[in-house]
């Protein structure tokens, strides 16, 4: 599966969350990271050369600081000038058809108050239906949200979890599967290994397996014991 990030930030160089997301990539030929404002600086986007981005990617992943409920000025100007008419729909616009569209959006405001009695009201999937409709529209799979809320608070700890479930959410296939983030968790143990030298590390690591394992097999007892009981 090859990742098209698509972010669009005005101050990008200013922007502590933004800068660690992109750190918190791995190095891969499979992920590529294009940034709107600083490719296209006067604005004017080279339409052929966005679609063809498109073309060779699977999945699609607009990012951006979530300004007034929506996305800053020039990634609508992108979808305005790149998702036209028998390219992305009509009658022969299928190009994106069975492509994945997912949204990584870095809110200031705390996740509590994206409810109904919070001081936004609204929760992050109703205001994100723009870009469900968009999806349907373009025959896409529209991907669960990515909301990352306060970064400028999080802890240490708070942004390890992020890094990796970030890392999770742009290269992993069925992001909400559990049995498909331990199956994850296990390729990057074993990927560790290969790069370490210590005996020591090594052993940590064979109990951190040992443990992914262990709760993968409680968690089969308790599907099939529910699977029983709906019998």
Same mark, same amino acid.
């Given at each position: 599966?090859?990742t098209?990030?698509?972010?669009?930030?005005?101050?990008?160089?200013d922007? %502590?969350?933004?800068?660690?997301l992109?750190?918190s990539?791995?190095? %891969?030929v499979?992920i +590529?990271?294009?940034h709107l404002e600083?490719?296209y600086?006067?604005?004017?986007?080279?339409?052929?050369?966005e679609?063809q981005?498109l073309r060779?990617?699977?999945r699609?992943?607009f990012q951006?600081?979530f =300004?007034?409920y929506s996305?800053?000025?020039m990634?609508k100007?992108?979808?305005?000038e790149?998702?036209?008419?028998?390219?992305?729909y /009509?009658a022969?616009?299928?190009?994106?058809?069975?492509?994945?569209?997912?949204?990584?959006? &870095?809110? /200031?405001v705390g996740?509590?108050?994206?409810q109904? /009695? /919070?001081?936004?009201?609204?929760?992050?999937?109703?205001?994100t +239906?723009?870009y469900?409709?968009?999806?349907?529209?373009?025959q896409?799979t529209f991907?669960?949200?990515?909301?990352?809320f306060q970064?400028? =608070?999080?802890t240490?700890h708070?942004?390890m +979890?992020?890094?990796?479930?970030?890392q999770q959410?742009v290269?992993m296939?069925? =992001?909400?599967?559990?049995?498909?983030?331990?199956?994850? =968790?296990?390729q990057?143990l074993?990927?560790?290994?290969i790069? &370490?030298? %210590?005996?020591?590390?090594?052993?940590?690591?064979?109990?951190m397996e040992? &443990?992914?394992e262990?709760?993968?097999?409680?968690?089969?007892?308790?599907?099939?014991?529910i699977?029983g009981?709906?019998?």
């Amino acid at each position: 599966m090859k990742t098209l990030i698509i972010i669009s930030h005005p101050d990008i160089q200013d922007s %502590s969350s933004q800068r660690f997301l992109q750190e918190s990539l791995p190095q %891969s030929v499979d992920i +590529t990271v294009h940034h709107l404002e600083a490719v296209y600086p006067d604005g004017k986007i080279d339409i052929q050369r966005e679609q063809q981005l498109l073309r060779e990617h699977n999945r699609i992943i607009f990012q951006f600081p979530f =300004y007034w409920y929506s996305s800053p000025a020039m990634l609508k100007h992108w979808q305005d000038e790149v998702l036209a008419e028998n390219f992305a729909y /009509g009658a022969r616009g299928r190009s994106l058809q069975g492509k994945e569209l997912g949204l990584v959006l &870095v809110i /200031g405001v705390g996740e509590k108050e994206y409810q109904v /009695g /919070g001081t936004e009201g609204f929760s992050i999937s109703t205001l994100t +239906t723009p870009y469900q409709a968009l999806a349907n529209k373009l025959q896409m799979t529209f991907l669960k949200p990515f909301p990352i809320f306060q970064f400028q =608070y999080m802890t240490e700890h708070e942004k390890m +979890t992020l890094l990796l479930s970030y890392q999770q959410y742009v290269t992993m296939q069925n =992001y909400d599967s559990l049995r498909e983030k331990e199956k994850w =968790y296990l390729q990057q143990l074993a990927k560790l290994k290969i790069e &370490v030298d %210590s005996d020591h590390t090594l052993l940590v690591i064979d109990q951190m397996e040992e &443990v992914i394992e262990d709760h993968r097999m409680e968690l089969d007892e308790i599907q099939m014991y529910i699977d029983g009981e709906v019998i």
